[in-house]
């Protein structure tokens, strides 16, 4: 397949390690925002195969893992009345909410529908004029722009039956949150290629000047990885600290400017807490003051007071900043799995706990059985 196999090829992976091998000096730890990068690493076994100079941890890209706990008590309210069509992305129904998940809800009776588009909630909407139609609305950048049109499409089809409960989230804030609070050394990142397709990466100039960090615009396949590793390395060992675009084929400096319009048009920044994290300032979108018909927490103001109850257990929180890695959870593999996940980097397809999971990582890899490059 023209794209990805040409990024798949072994050959090619081992040439970047072996530059890789000869350029780094010293030791150097790397974040990948995305956990579809996390999946990709761990998939292909990259971190076994890099120099033992560079450690790679995993940062907090996963939409799912994310989402905070309110906001999935509030879908499981939502999607819990008998006047609402609740309609989501599959990979949130397994999410633990407070006592339950989204799929128990649907199991009790709930009128819970999974879609690929936002767009298909409006047809849903169009078919049942009786009931409100609610769209769980969460992701990044990445999903904005499709959720902001369903919006505008709404409002121009004139679909009152129709809201969006809205969990966006945004990247800059969450970079320099992590560089201004965490207790994680970062010494340069990469970022996740599909949400630099759409923003472009002007907004990430100054956080790389000032917090003088490498940011290396990376893809989703080995070659793209490896090589963003390589771009950043070489950057930390010349003294640089600067944003290079490593996905090219998708990537350009302003970014798709159609999609970030109607992300304007629909949203504003607003404070927004993250799943296991805490609220970091102005990291998130909220409907504006012209689309507010369409807001699910107004449209249902009961919601608003849902009190929540996290698990004692999962550490999702100190995965998501890279401060721990998944087998370091004491329920890793077993209270905690994919069918009974304690928290939701268990559940999503781009969760650390999931990648480790699923690929049998249940301990660090001794020094002894790693892989030569
Ligand atoms: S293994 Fe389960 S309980 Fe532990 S951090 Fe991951 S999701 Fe949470």
């Given at each position: 397949m023209k794209y990805i196999n040409e990024y798949?090829?072994?050959?090619?992976?081992?040439?970047?390690?072996?530059?890789?091998?000869?350029?780094?000096?010293?030791?150097?730890?790397?974040?990948?925002?995305?956990?579809?990068?996390?999946?990709a690493i761990i998939k292909s076994g990259l971190d076994q195969l890099?120099?033992?100079?560079?450690?790679?941890?995993?940062?907090?890209?996963?939409?799912?893992?994310?989402?905070?706990?309110?906001?999935?008590?509030?879908?499981?309210?939502?999607?819990?009345?008998?006047?609402?069509?609740?309609?989501?992305y599959g990979d949130m129904l397994r999410v633990p909410g407070s006592e339950r998940d989204l799929f128990s809800v649907k199991a009790a009776g709930g009128d819970i529908r999974i879609v690929y588009s936002p767009l298909d909630s409006l047809k849903i909407?169009?078919?049942?004029?009786?009931?409100?139609?609610?769209?769980?609305?969460i992701g990044f950048e990445t999903t904005a722009p499709a959720n902001a049109m369903t919006?505008?499409?709404?409002?121009?089809?004139?679909?009152?039956?129709?809201a969006?409960?809205?969990?966006?989230?945004?990247?800059?804030?969450?970079?320099?949150?992590?560089?201004?609070?965490?207790?994680v050394n970062v010494d340069g990142f990469l970022a996740a290629g599909h949400v630099n397709t759409v923003m472009g990466y002007w907004e990430y100039e100054p956080l790389a000047e000032k917090y003088k960090v490498p940011i290396i615009v990376t893809g989703f396949e080995p070659v793209d990885i490896v090589n963003?590793?390589?771009?950043?390395?070489?950057?930390?060992?010349?003294?640089?600290?600067?944003?290079?675009?490593?996905?090219?084929?998708?990537?350009?400096?302003?970014?798709?400017?159609?999609?970030?319009t109607v992300i304007k048009q629909v949203f504003e920044p607003c404070n927004r807490s993250w799943r296991g994290i805490g609220v970091i300032p102005m990291s998130g979108y909220k409907?504006?003051?012209?689309?507010?018909?369409?807001?699910?927490?107004?449209?249902?103001?009961?919601?608003?007071t849902i009190t929540t109850k996290e698990s004692s257990v999962c550490i999702s929180g100190l995965v998501l900043q890279g401060l721990k890695k998944p087998y370091e959870c004491p329920?890793?593999?077993?209270?905690?799995?994919?069918?009974?996940?304690?928290?939701?980097?268990?559940?999503?397809?781009?969760?650390?706990?999931?990648?480790?999971?699923?690929?049998?990582?249940?301990?660090?890899?001794?020094e002894a059985i790693k892989v030569s490059a």
């Open positions: 798949r090829e072994e050959n090619l992976t081992r040439s970047l390690l072996e530059q890789l091998k000869n350029i780094v000096k010293q030791p150097w730890t790397i974040m990948e925002i995305c956990g579809g990068q996390t999946h890099l120099p033992p100079e560079i450690t790679l941890i995993h940062g907090p890209g996963c939409p799912v893992c994310v989402t905070p706990l309110e906001l999935i008590d509030k879908a499981i309210a939502l999607a819990s009345r008998p006047d609402v069509i609740f309609v989501s909407a169009i078919q049942n004029p009786d009931k409100t139609v609610v769209f769980f609305g919006v505008v499409q709404a409002k121009n089809q004139d679909i009152s039956n129709f969006l409960l809205v969990s966006h989230v945004t990247v800059p804030p969450a970079i320099s949150a992590l560089l201004e609070t965490s207790q963003g590793i390589l771009m950043c390395i070489t950057q930390l060992e010349e003294g640089r600290a600067e944003v290079e675009n490593a996905y090219s084929r998708s990537v350009q400096q302003k970014g798709n400017q159609p999609a970030q409907l504006r003051k012209e689309f507010s018909a369409y807001d699910a927490e107004l449209r249902f103001p009961e919601v608003q329920a890793f593999g077993k209270e905690c799995i994919p069918q009974t996940p304690l928290g939701a980097t268990m559940v999503s397809s781009e969760g650390a706990c999931a990648a480790y999971y699923r690929y049998g990582r249940f301990t660090d890899f001794p």
